[in-house]
């Protein structure tokens, strides 16, 4: 993952180059452990006097070699961390040339990049400065899944994949919602919207707007895609075969369904679909392992990892990967778990084992690496305070807390003094909105059946750009290695939200849980051979690797990120000491 920065001053006689540059330096350290690859900054200062300073770290994944950044010619200079896996003129996985060159290029062809942006299909942020009209773009996907946050002082801008606590500056996410651009002469800033048809856009743009204490003026916008689809009433046939289901065996209750020949042919396309996500997922990245990529020495280490709880989503992805990957090379799955006195019996970590059981028998020759990461409570307290904050900032309620510093620890991949020196990480995230997989869900279908259920999905997929997605990008790009999420494939995405709801769950309290949500993907699951995998309940990070303790609310503020007690922490001992205090009680609370 790339570490991205760009600092200028938004008035720009109002900033010595010099502050710009101190500044600049007190985020370089988090940029840099994202790419351990490169790192390079310039400084450009513009006609109108105003000044910009430009960092990249890279985590080389793309392209026969390293493509250093910031890129750099007489019309542009270009900043990306993404990942566009169908090469974009070549059309196979690996290309030759990286997807940074690729995008650079078009981008430079074209007076109107914001269409360009139509054709990409992949995770991205980027900073593109047109540097002939002195016009600064920016952007994030539209699913959000790579982090860039915004941030001010003053006059001073910041955009930075990610930040850390301090008292000078503010930040915020940046709303994926389009594509942004900073007129560097006339000050105004304009947006290009992915689509206006979503119900967070205008919450979203006010929220910005007072951020910086600017009007964004809204152009066209360049997608113009229908996000929610039209509910539809459930077939007869449909309901006829859930009723079918009930008091069934776990194979019964499998046949019963693959009976259904459209049962059967959905599961085909979302097999092939997954497939084909998962292979661009493996494929795209160099054939080195990280402790050999600098020497370019041919190895058989494993390049890459699952975050492993055993559950559905991710079991699906570990078996997939098992047909691609090559058999000499291992697959290290990591299953996180935090514990007092030695004792890391977590529920994930029982499906965790489990599963891999289930693995052994179906891939025998595949060497599965299973990383059981044992966390005692201080590790995680000094880390956390120390660090991890940083990384989750700017979010601050518990649920950021236990699942940012959870997905920190797992994407460490650390066991005792073993560490896996793979650069690609496979994570389950996006299955339970797109497949329907939460209680939330079971609740709403009890309540108010199907167009509950249809109600709650489309809430749910609305607010995804907006929730984790940044947060676990930040915090796993920390280790040097990239986050892939295969059930967030555009082409994937498009398949499932276009099959209404009740041909892809039934929560439905009449078939025992874990059976009905998410009941297409688990019958897939059933299909390729995960017999007990298939059929697991839902288990949420925080509580399955058990960093999180039931009793909170992880709506509420994290005492642990508050940046109010952080700044007096740093300011007032006696404060701090009492902080402590607090925070020991808290503890407490917490184990
Ligand atoms: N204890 C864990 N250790 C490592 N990674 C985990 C752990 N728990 C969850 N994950 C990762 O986070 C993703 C999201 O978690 P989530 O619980 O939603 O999915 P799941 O465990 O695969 O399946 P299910 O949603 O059915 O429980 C998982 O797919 C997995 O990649
Ligand atoms: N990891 C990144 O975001 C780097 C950008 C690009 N995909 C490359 O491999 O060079």
Redesign the pocket.
Known sequence: MCGIICIFSSDCRATAPNELLNDFNVFKENINKRGPDSFDMKSLSLKNGCELIFGVSVLWLQGEIVTKQPLENHRAVFLYNGDIYNGLNTGSYFNSKSDTLELFELFNQTDDIFSTLKNIQGPYAFIYLDKERDMLYFCRDCFGRKSLLIGKQCEIIVLTSVAHRTEKYEFIELPSIGLFCWDLKSKALFLYPFSLDNANFNGKLAELESFLGKTISLKDTIMNTKNMPEYMEPLAEQIALYENLENMSIENFFSVLFSDQNWSIRIENLEHLLEESVKKRISTQPNFCRDCIKEHQECTHSLLG????G????SILALLADKIVEKTRPIDL????FGEYQHYKTP?RQTGLETLEELRQLCPEREWRFFEIDIPKDELEKLRSDHIADLIYPLKTILDDSLGCALWF?SRGLQNSTQSPCRVLL???G??ELFG?YTRHRAAFKKKSWLGLHTVLNEDWENLPYRNLARDDRVVSDHGRQLRMPYLDEKLVQYVRSLPCWQKSYPSHKVPQGFGEKILLRSLAYHIGLKKAAV?K????QF??RIANKNENGHDISINLSELIWHLGNTCTALLEQHQKVHSHQKHLLW
Do not use: H
């Not at 559950?311 to 991710?314: A, F, K, M, S």
């Not at 839902?538 to 990070?541: D, E, S, T």
């Open positions: 699952v975050l492993f709880s559950g559905v989503d991710c990591f299953n996180v778990a994930d797992a994570v389950g995230m299955a339970d997989g697991l839902k288990r949420a990070l399955g690797s």
